[in-house]
């Protein structure tokens, strides 16, 4: 078994950042990235279809050690392009096991035992990487008759080389996917039908706007704080202000009770506005052989069915973690501070806000790690344990996916605001040991 200081695992965003910051505050320090996948950019590396391009601003989303340097909205590829670059010129992905999978993780006498497809590790410390989204099963609602359909079904999540020049396509969706997706897709496809059970808000974003980490950052929080205390007069803004709203299109839902997708340029608005992307705000009642039966008895005709339906949220990647020898459930644990879990000593993971950048979050919460390791260094301390505490946990936004999950996630939060402003203060400024963590 060999022994490494810390396990990382997942190679994304949160996985490089973290190891920036555990090499700049360590500079000896021995550690792994188990990546499962071939390649390293997490998201950026699985998500292939027509379109893919971040749904917030790069400004943000991007490194602070290592800003972006591209267009405001950045594509799938160049995304990944820029985090394998980030990898390279930091000496990253060196540390990067490719094609290793965690199976399981077991805490006894203060070391954790990290089981992979390959081989075990034993470290103090391990950080989970693993998103938040189900890699391997995504969300695919299931309507009758599905063996009857003669075309092609396929998920957003697995595109793979799904060819679509010249084909009758219908999209399933009405969130951030389909949104960009359909776009994309028309200028090959034949035809291109959305269905839509409801609408969701969508926000423009100019393709020419150049900005700075620090202003857009002031910009993002200063318009979700102001669509939160003014709900209704934005709502009525958003449509006096763009005539694809109507008493059809318009969402049932406040804005920003989900979080609103985002298009390039009016490039969605656009579609619908020339025809050459329709729309269908019905529910499905059952697959036909050439196509989706409506629950107003239409049938909508493809050669493709894109299941732009969002994905299943999982946390820790599904992993087993065994905390002398008993199993543990994260339904049944607090989060504190959305980085580590009750009663699991050493492990910390990372977790993202609805209303911001994901990597903006990790990188705050890859400071507190390390200041946290470097407490527990000084003291000369094995462990670090978070205790059951809190407020019972409540859904960040109603979005689907969120909902669907909520028995996945622990039951109470301790300090896991959703706010970018109070969280980066209280990382920087309040002591490791506080009265929620237990020290051995």
Request: proline share 3%; glycine share 6%; net charge positive.
């Amino acid at each position: 078994m060999e022994e490494i200081d810390v396990i990382v695992i997942g190679a994304g965003i949160a996985g490089i950042t973290t190891a920036y910051y555990l090499k700049e505050k360590f500079p000896n320090i021995n550690y792994k990235i188990i990546e499962s996948r071939s390649d390293l950019g997490g998201t950026w590396d699985q998500m292939t279809f027509p379109g893919v391009r971040a749904d917030n601003d790069m400004y943000t989303y991007g490194f602070s050690f290592n800003p972006w340097q591209g267009p405001i909205i950045g594509k799938g590829q160049e995304i990944k392009r820029y985090i394998k670059q980030v990898a390279e010129k930091f000496n990253i992905k060196k540390n990067i096991l490719f094609n290793t999978e965690v199976t399981s993780l077991f805490w006894k006498n203060n070391q954790w035992v990290t089981k992979t497809n390959r081989k075990s590790f034993s470290s103090q410390f391990v950080i989970c990487c693993t998103g938040s989204r189900d890699r391997k099963k995504p969300h695919l609602p299931k309507f009758k008759n599905e063996n009857k359909y003669q075309g092609k079904i396929v998920h957003t999540q697995a595109w793979g080389d799904t060819d679509y020049k010249n084909k009758i396509v219908t999209i399933i969706g009405s969130g951030c996917t389909a949104i960009t997706m359909a776009p994309s897709i028309i200028k090959d496809a034949k035809k291109v039908t959305l269905i839509q059970r409801s609408p969701a808000w969508i926000i423009n974003i100019d393709s020419q706007e150049k900005s700075t980490r620090s202003y857009k950052t002031f910009e993002v929080l200063k318009d979700y704080f102001s669509s939160r205390i003014f709900k209704k007069s934005l709502k009525k803004k958003m449509i006096s202000s763009n005539t694809y709203y109507n008493e059809i299109t318009t969402p049932s839902y406040d804005f920003w009770d989900q979080r609103p997708a985002s298009m390039l340029d009016h490039d969605y608005f656009n579609s619908v506005k020339s025809n050459k992307v329709s729309i269908v705000r019905q529910g499905i009642s059952n697959w036909e052989k050439t196509g989706v039966k409506l629950n107003n008895g239409e049938v909508i005709n493809s050669d493709i069915t894109v299941m732009a339906t969002g994905g299943n949220s999982q946390l820790l990647g599904g992993i087993e973690i065994v905390v002398n020898d008993k199993k543990i459930n994260i339904n049944d644990t607090s989060w504190y501070r959305g980085m580590m879990f009750s009663g699991i000593p050493n492990l910390f993971a990372h977790a993202g806000y609805i209303n911001f950048s994901w990597t903006a979050r990790c990188e705050i919460v890859s400071q507190r790690i390390c200041k946290t390791v470097e407490y527990m260094n000084k003291k000369k301390l094995k462990s670090c344990t978070p205790k059951y505490m809190g407020e019972k946990s409540k859904p960040s936004i109603q979005a689907n996916y969120i909902l669907r999950a909520m028995d996945q996630f622990p039951n109470r939060t301790y300090k896991f605001y959703q706010n970018y402003l109070v969280e980066y203060v209280s990382f920087k400024l309040t002591k490791v040991n506080d009265r929620a963590l237990d020290f051995t």
